[in-house]
């Protein structure tokens, strides 16, 4: 069965600082695809990113990057300069075909709640 | 504007009353899926539909059912509902090719069974 492992329950910065939130995946698929996603205060969930498992680049978007390594599967990000804005909790998911015919099912990690001090 | 609505917002019921818990979507998405928040436990969850007449289970579809006889309609349905099933609901959907695709929240709705 899928699993997503989100460690770190909850991780508190001083703003301009890099802070890095690990996801941890496991799964028995060799095609896959991850995400992360945002849900601030106000309690929307707001899509980041997906990788599919064949793109192991890392990918990085103004102050947000992504580390992607199948070898140790996990799916890092990280918040460079980090702002007040950016306290949110933050969610990785999984999505497997696990010998079925689609990639519906997906799992999520159990958050990290990332609170950003001025 | 595109969006995912769900009504109610907000409900409190009584253990036993069935209820039913609307979704919908404007962008013609195939994708539609229910997940539950929980403290300590982030979203799990309960039924997709990969298009119309077609659901499967999630990892906790047990007390909930749903049908999917339009494209843009999700609806979930509590037939009894207990109190373990006092949660905060997400319905969402996606633009699917072969795989999921970034999906589209709804505002979510606050459940409590008395």
């Known amino acids: 069965a899928q699993k997503v492992t989100q460690a770190q329950t909850e991780i508190s910065v001083v703003e301009k600082e890099d802070v890095t939130l690990d996801c941890v995946y496991e799964t028995r698929d060799t095609t896959y695809y991850l995400f992360w996603y945002k849900q601030p205060p106000s309690g929307e969930l707001v899509f980041l990113i997906r990788?599919?498992?064949?793109?192991?680049q890392n990918e990085i978007s103004g102050r947000y990057s992504w580390n992607f390594q199948k070898s140790t599967s996990s799916f890092n990000f990280t918040i460079t300069a980090s702002q007040v804005v950016d306290s949110a909790v933050y969610f990785c998911a999984l999505s497997e075909n696990a010998g079925g015919t689609s990639y519906g099912k997906l799992t999520f990690g159990q958050g990290t709640i990332l609170t950003v001090h001025p | 504007e595109a969006q995912v609505t769900q009504n109610p917002r907000y409900l409190i019921t009584v253990t036993g009353k069935k209820l039913t818990v609307t979704c919908s979507q404007n962008m013609n998405h195939e994708y539609m899926s229910w997940y539950r928040q929980d403290p300590g436990l982030g979203l799990r969850q309960i039924y997709y539909s990969m298009n119309v007449e077609v659901t499967d289970k999630g990892d906790v579809p047990e007390g909930y059912k749903v049908s999917r006889k339009e494209k843009r309609n999700f609806p979930l349905i509590l037939e009894s509902p207990s109190p373990n099933q006092t949660s905060l609901y997400f319905c969402?959907?996606?633009?699917?090719?072969?795989?999921?695709?970034?999906?589209?929240f709804g505002p979510g709705t606050r459940l409590t069974v008395l």
């Open positions: 969402a959907s996606s633009f699917r090719l072969a795989t999921v695709n970034e999906q589209f």
């Open positions: 990788r599919n498992s064949f793109d192991e």
